[in-house]
Structure formats: C-alpha cells, structure tokens
C-alpha cells in the first residue's frame, strides 16, 4: 500500500539535495560515499518482500531519529535533514526505488537536472565554476575556458555539501559549504588542466571538469 499523499517526484529532489551527498542510490544517481550505499542497504529486505511500507517506515525513522554511533571516520548522520511531509516524500520514493535496478521514468527522469551541462567562460580575469547548487557532486560546468595570463578562480557554492575547487600545481581554494571557494593562477597558453574538488569522494562521484586556455 502506498500513501496517497506521498510525493515521490518531490522526495527524490530533497534526497538529492540533502542526502545524495552522503549516499549512493542508483535511481537517484547520487554517489556519495560517507554513508551506506542506500541499494545495498535494502537489498536483502528487498529480495524477501519485506514491502514497501515496511522499508519506508525504516527510512522515515532513521531520517527523524539516526541516534546511532559515528561511522569509522567519525561521522553521524544529522536528524531531520528533512522534517514533515518532507520526510515521508523522502521516505517513501527511496523506498520505491532501492535495490531495485533500472531507470527512473516519467515525471521522476526529469525530476532532476543533471549537472554539469555548461561551459564556464572566463570574465575579465575571473573564472567562476560554481558547484551544483541542488547538491550534487557535480560542478555546475563541466568545461571551462580561460584566457592565458593570471586569473582568479573561483567556485561559488550555494548548496549546504561542502566542496573546494582545486587544480593540481595551480592552486586550491578553501573547503566551503554555502560560501565562495577560490584561488589565483597564472594559466599557460594552449594548455588543458583538470579542475575537481577533493573532499574525500567527491571527484570520484564525478565532481570535476577541463579547463581549456585558449
Ligand atoms: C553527512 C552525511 C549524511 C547525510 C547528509 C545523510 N546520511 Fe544517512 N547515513 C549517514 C551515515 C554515516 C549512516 C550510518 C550510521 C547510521 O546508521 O546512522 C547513515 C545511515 C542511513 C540509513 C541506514 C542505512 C542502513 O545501512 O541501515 C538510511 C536509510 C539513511 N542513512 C538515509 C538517509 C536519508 C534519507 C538522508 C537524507 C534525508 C540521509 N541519510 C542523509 C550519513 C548521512
């Protein structure tokens, strides 16, 4: 039994923006990695028909009350990320989905945009590359171009994930969560440099890109 009210298009954009980061679970393409997988998590409850209903209660509780020891790096997962109808949104379309394989269809493939879709073009010395501000591990861009010269690079970041941009024997900006990570360089002439940022699992779930200078 599903509960009508349930609103599982607006639940996999909350789990996006507030679980995805820490979290894989395929249908949603999140692949954070400080959390259990989310596919495997269910995967035996799955196989044995636990129900639907049974595995959204578990994921409603554990969202309202984690109450329960740090991982082996130290962290908790924060209560209430999401709270209310919220919850039960979130709840029930992880439910829907987990360790279930396949694809996303209908309003929930596109509930989502995926990131990264844009080219960054340097202004007037700045290069801004902004990160995903739904909370992906994503840069809003995942080309660049630049002019040779010195240039300030910068990574504005709108959602609550903390990222940094960094580009390996260039510069590194700071680790930040709603803030505007950033550094200065000099870019060489016809070269091609890859930028990502190096919170521990965020370039391996995707969150880098090419720099091209022209
Ligand atoms: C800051 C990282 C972080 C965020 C954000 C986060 N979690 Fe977690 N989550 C964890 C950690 C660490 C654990 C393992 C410890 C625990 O069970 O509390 C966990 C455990 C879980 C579990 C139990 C999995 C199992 O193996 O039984 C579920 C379900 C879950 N999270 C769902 C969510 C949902 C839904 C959200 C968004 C509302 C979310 N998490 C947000 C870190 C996070």
């Known amino acids: 039994m599903k509960d009508p009210q349930a609103d599982v298009v607006a639940g996999k954009q909350l789990f996006v923006q507030k679980c995805g980061s820490c ?4 249908r949603a393409g999140t692949k954070g990695t400080t959390g259990p997988n989310l596919d495997e998590a269910f995967q035996q409850p799955v196989k044995e028909n636990f129900g639907e209903t049974a595995i959204r209660g578990v994921i409603l509780k554990q969202i309202l009350f984690p109450n329960r020891l740090p ?3 130290g962290i908790k997962m924060p209560a ?4 209310g109808q919220n919850a039960h949104d979130v709840a029930a379309y992880v439910a829907s989905v987990t360790a279930k394989g396949g694809k996303d269809t209908g309003r929930l493939a596109s509930a989502v945009k995926a990131a990264g879709a844009g080219t960054a073009v340097e202004k007037a010395g700045v ?5 995903d501000p739904g909370g992906q591990l994503a840069f809003a861009a995942a080309k660049a171009t630049g002019t040779a010269g010195p240039v300030t690079i910068e990574m504005p970041n709108k959602s609550g994930t903390q990222h940094d941009i960094v580009i390996d024997g260039l510069g590194k900006g700071a680790v930040v969560a709603n803030g505007t990570s950033s550094f200065k360089a000099t870019l060489d002439t016809g070269k091609t440099y890859t930028y990502y940022c190096s919170v ?3 370039r391996a779930a995707g969150m880098q ?3 091209t200078v022209k």
């Open 23 to 26: 979290h894989t679970l395929a």
């Open 71 to 73: 991982n082996s790096d």
């Open 80 to 83: 209430k990320l999401v709270s």
């Open 127 to 131: 290069l801004s590359i902004p990160a």
């Open 200 to 202: 521990p699992g965020h």
């Open 209 to 211: 890109g090419t720099l």
